[in-house]
């Protein structure tokens, strides 16, 4: 895991900036323009993905590819489950007393779910397990708050799992027993491809159901803010950027 964290630190922004910047001026000792070129070129790198431009031409194929659920899709399906990918938690929340709570992306998936749940009254299977060690498995903090927050039943908590690989191996594990295999599967518009091409594998009939759609802004009446920089749009870069590491390393494997 300690590798992979530093292979994804390296190779993406802001950590790849980096080292890009530090070769570049390596180099001005000997190789001035090569040098200046680099630097160069990192700068324009960083004002793209910094811009609605640059985030849009990035997650927009990965989102066109599941489009939103209509209330037809959902209530038309023979889905047997509804699946919820874990996101980032939120540990020891101090205005929580210190409790664990979930960052505001793994809330909005919750809520999602919790939606799903209320139109088809479907069991609920929530699977995300503690990444780092340091803290609860996120499956529990979110079904309490499902719970106790959304008025939301869970039905399966997967507290196992580390990356979207597990996510799909051991829900396989805990529904393909009980013969559930059409789920819809609940989590980021960009990470649905990724996301459901291992529960595929795994043996599940994927009914994508993704929330959190970025590139879907319009600046018809604003065009020139579609060129303004910003960290949200930079960091949303870097997501659409980390699925497409994850989706090129999923064929790999």
Known sequence: ??????????????????????????????????GITLLAGNMLLLYVLSTPFGMVLLTNPLEASTPALTIDDVTAGKAQAIVLLSGAIYAAAPEYGRLDSVMPGTLARMQ????????????????????????????????????????????WRETSSRDTEENARYTADMLMPANIKRILLVTDASHMPRASGYFQRYGFDVVAAPTRFYSVGDYSGRPWAYYYPSAYNFERSVAALHEYLGLAAARLL
């Open 112 to 155: 999602y779910a919790a939606w799903l749940r209320r139109q088809t009254q479907l069991p609920l299977l929530v699977s995300g397990g503690s990444v780092y060690g340091n803290s609860a498995p996120i499956a529990d903090v979110m079904a309490r708050i499902l719970r106790d927050e959304l008025d939301t039943t869970v039905e």
């Open 1 to 34: 895991m300690e590798f992979r964290l530093l292979l994804r630190v390296l190779a993406l922004p802001p950590g790849f900036n980096i080292v890009l910047g530090l070769l570049g001026l390596l180099l001005l000792l000997r190789w001035r323009r090569l």
